[in-house]
């Protein structure tokens, strides 16, 4: 089966204009206008295969929302090719656009002061459904997104999660077979963030679409995206499994350790300094992240103290620093995780 | 991962699905005119003041002058006024500071994405508007007949040229605003380019004044412009008298500037695309 999504060596370098602050440059640009080159995305290459979820992360102004926009045909790449579907983007076929949805979390596309309902008819036409199939998928829609009767109100009267939601639901009217979502929790409580994210799920295993996803919240890519592409300054970073992007970028793991003894805090807080000491000189680089076991230790919460114990030791020395600790101490269960994935994120994009 | 589902789609031909199309947009804005209903009503009543204060006007200065002010009469001022209302209410067509709004904002990257051209989602919302509007005014217009007892002069042959010429209008006028609107693919204020040109248009169309009225270089001036043809000219169809020869004159005339606006838009449209693209949508 041919991929949903070719991206070959991609790029967008845009123009633009800039000028100190002051009246007196205002003034100046009147007659001499500066301009300097912006490389927004720079010979970015990557596929996407019918199904596949995948989430496309970098810090603000990385090129993401750039890249989303030149496959969805917004924008004309300065260098480079992408087809959509076996489209090329720009071109904007009314076949390749009845095919995807471009769904941007600070853009509203449903009528302001209209039901919603109104716009999911005015969608029914423009893209052509049948009204049976409308009917279902709109009813569809409704339910799982558990619209209600929020699409009978007028949009302006929504919250912004309700908003949200029923944005949502009029960009997937037409089922589109690729999805390219730029934020689609942005601003949502947690609540509403689980339910649009467990409802994009369902939606991608029953229908087969193709998502392409950026979000600044890293459940939603936990939660929706085995596979990660990470984009710095307009250049591809990394493209692979989410669990790989820790391995390659993260620098260390972090140890928990559940300590038999939990009556005796104190006593079991200067066991653990000791092994901790013992690391250090045997060149370990350990970090000893326990302020709410310290304090559990110290009294403040000894009846609270349950004897975990968490410790962040550098990567290559994991392993060691494991075994001491469970030679010296009296260990009841062990884990060696990854670091949390927004600190892996935070660390490609400071080194990057 | 279950198949994929191919979503259905309603299979006919173009034509058949540009109009079904249409069709969704317009009712979507006639929703919207009954929505804002005293925002509408308001616009309308702004649209009728203005033809009424010009009429008053009118009226004065022909019952001063013997009754009439270079053959029109009290009567057929209002002919031409009250005419002039529904046209107006009719061809309306938008404005390019909704093209600026909707690139500033954003909002054009919605109308881009849509299986359909902005410019015929554009045309489709001002007919929707304009149906709903000029149906809204029908009680106002009736009101100003009682009041103003115009005077027609309307044939048969008329009665059919002027549907005919007041959709041409709307089609040209909405084609000369999305021209002008499409500059805002290259810059950020166009609104007053559109200032400049509703000026022209002014002055030159018959809103301010019947064209007759104007002296002879002013008509020639009129005559060789698209707005006395998009609005002026099926306003007089209607009202007449006017023979057959000059009714066909005027409707080859507006259909000629018809053409000529619908290449204009096209050239700059897609031009304007490119460079909207080009620079970040």
């Known amino acids: ?352 | 991962m279950g198949e994929i589902v191919r979503p259905a789609r309603i299979v006919e031909g173009r034509l058949r699905s540009l109009a079904a199309v249409y069709g969704g947009v317009m009712r979507t804005s006639m929703i919207r005119t009954v929505q804002y209903r005293a925002n509408t009503l308001i616009e309308l009543a702004l649209m009728v003041a203005e033809p009424v204060v010009y009429l008053v006007v009118w009226q004065i200065v022909a019952r001063t002058n013997d009754g009439s002010v270079d053959g029109f009469t009290a009567g057929r001022f209002a002919a031409y006024f009250i005419a002039w209302s529904w046209v107006r209410t009719f061809v309306q067509g938008g404005s390019p500071g909704n093209w600026e709004r909707r690139v500033r904002d954003g909002s054009m990257a919605g109308f881009l994405m849509r299986p359909i051209h902005p410019v015929h989602q554009n045309l489709a919302l001002w007919v929707g508007f304009g149906i709903a509007r000029a149906t809204m005014w029908i009680p106002a217009g009736a009101v100003l007949v009682l009041i103003f007892r115009p005077e027609l002069h309307t044939g048969a042959l008329q009665l059919l040229v002027f549907p005919v010429a007041v959709a041409m209008a709307m089609l040209a006028r909405t084609f000369t605003q999305d021209t002008i609107g499409a500059g805002a693919f290259w810059f950020t204020r166009i609104s007053a380019i559109g200032s400049i040109v509703g000026l022209v248009e002014l002055l030159t169309s018959g809103r301010l004044v019947p064209l007759e009225l104007l002296p002879g270089w002013a008509q020639a001036v009129s005559w060789a412009l698209p707005f006395r043809w998009t609005f002026a000219f099926p306003i007089e169809a209607l009202i007449g008298p006017m023979s057959s020869g000059r009714l066909f004159t005027g409707l080859a005339m507006e259909a000629g500037w018809l053409v000529v606006m619908w290449m204009v838009l096209r050239v700059v449209w897609s031009r304007g695309i490119r460079h909207f693209s080009a620079v970040g949508g």
């Open chain 1, 1 to 352: 089966m041919a991929s949903a999504v070719v991206v070959d060596r991609l790029s967008k370098h845009f123009r633009v204009p800039e000028r100190e602050a002051g009246l007196r440059s205002s003034v100046a640009s009147l007659f001499h206008r500066k301009h300097r080159i912006v490389e927004a995305v720079n010979d970015v290459s990557f596929t996407i295969e019918p199904g596949e979820v995948v989430g496309f992360l970098g810090p603000n102004g990385a090129g993401k929302t750039t890249t989303l926009k030149m496959l969805s045909g917004l924008i004309l790449p300065t260098d480079g090719t992408a087809t959509v579907l076996g489209f090329e983007p720009f071109r904007r076929d009314n076949e390749f656009l009845r095919r995807i949805t471009l769904l941007m979390g600070n853009r509203n596309q449903l009528q302001w002061d209209l039901p919603a309902i109104d716009s999911f008819e005015l969608h029914r036409a423009i893209y052509r459904i049948p009204r049976s199939e409308f009917v279902r998928a709109r009813d569809e829609l409704i339910e799982l997104l558990d619209l209600g009767d929020l699409v009978n109100k007028p949009v302006r009267t929504l919250s912004l999660g309700e908003r949200m939601k029923t944005e949502i639901a009029d960009s997937l009217l037409h089922q589109p077979e690729v999805m390219f979502l730029d934020e689609p929790t942005l601003g949502l409580d947690v609540t509403m963030q689980r339910r649009i994210r467990t409802f994009l799920s369902d939606y991608n295993a029953r229908t087969g679409a193709s998502i392409l996803l950026t979000s600044h919240y890293m459940a939603d890519i936990e939660a929706l995206c085995k596979r990660v592409i990470v984009i710095h300054r307009g250049r591809l970073m990394f493209d692979g499994d989410l669990s790989e992007l820790a391995a390659r970028f993260g620098t260390s793991k972090t140890i928990r350790v559940q300590l038999a003894d939990t009556d005796t805090p104190a006593a079991t807080a200067g066991a653990v300094d000791a092994v901790v000491a013992e690391c250090r000189d045997r060149g370990i680089e350990i970090d000893d992240a326990r302020p709410a076991d310290a304090e559990a230790a110290a009294g403040a919460a000894e009846s609270h103290f349950d004897g975990l114990v968490t410790l962040t030791v550098d990567r290559s020395n994991a392993p060691r620093a494991a075994a001491l600790l469970l030679e010296r101490l009296d260990v009841v269960d062990v884990s060696i995780e990854e670091p949390p994935i927004e600190d892996v994120i935070d660390r490609v994009f400071a080194d990057g």
